[in-house]
């Protein structure tokens, strides 16, 4: 990974319950942008993890999970937003986008080209293996 020391990476997320593969993919952003560099986490609000994730009960509410995100060291802001696109990250200082291989609807395919023609580079970042939300949640409800 080529680094790009003194640049600002945001990551977008629910990141509901941190576990190791987040902070794998947010020590993975800080190695890409330098100890000098600045990571965002774009955090999403609660009222849209109910309309764009059905079903999906979050354990942390917005402002316990922003604090969580904040006192990583690997992180320097978690910033609310509401839904992925340029209205979210147009005002933010930033240059370069980093999401996941899963990172293919609409919506980011607007915010691809939007970067594109923005001079902000999109970096994706491989899912660290084995390990989810999803996959967490089922095994502390079988416990």
């Known amino acids: 990974m080529n680094a790009c020391t003194g640049k600002t990476a945001i990551t977008f997320g629910?990141?509901?319950l941190l576990h190791f593969g987040h902070f794998e993919l947010f020590r993975r952003i800080r190695e890409l942008v330098g100890e000098?560099?600045?990571v965002y986490?774009?955090?999403q609000i609660d009222e849209m993890?109910?309309?764009?994730k059905p079903g999906c009960k979050s354990v942390?509410?917005?402002?316990?999970?922003?604090k969580m995100i904040e006192t990583l060291r690997t992180v320097d802001k978690a910033i609310p937003y509401d839904v992925v696109g340029?209205?979210?990250v147009k005002d933010i200082g930033f240059d370069?986008?980093?999401?996941?291989?899963?990172?293919?609807n609409e919506r980011f395919q607007r915010l691809f080209k939007w970067c594109a023609e923005n001079g902000k580079e999109v970096v994706s970042l491989p899912r660290t293996e084995g390990i989810s939300t999803t996959v967490l949640k089922a095994i502390i409800k079988d416990l």
């Open 86 to 88: 340029i209205d979210a």
């Open 96 to 104: 370069i986008l980093v999401v996941g291989p899963e990172h293919t």
């Open 41 to 43: 986490v774009m955090l």
């Open 49 to 52: 993890i109910a309309k764009y």
């Open 60 to 66: 942390y509410d917005f402002n316990t999970r922003q």
């Open 36 to 38: 000098t560099g600045k």
């Open 14 to 16: 629910v990141f509901d």
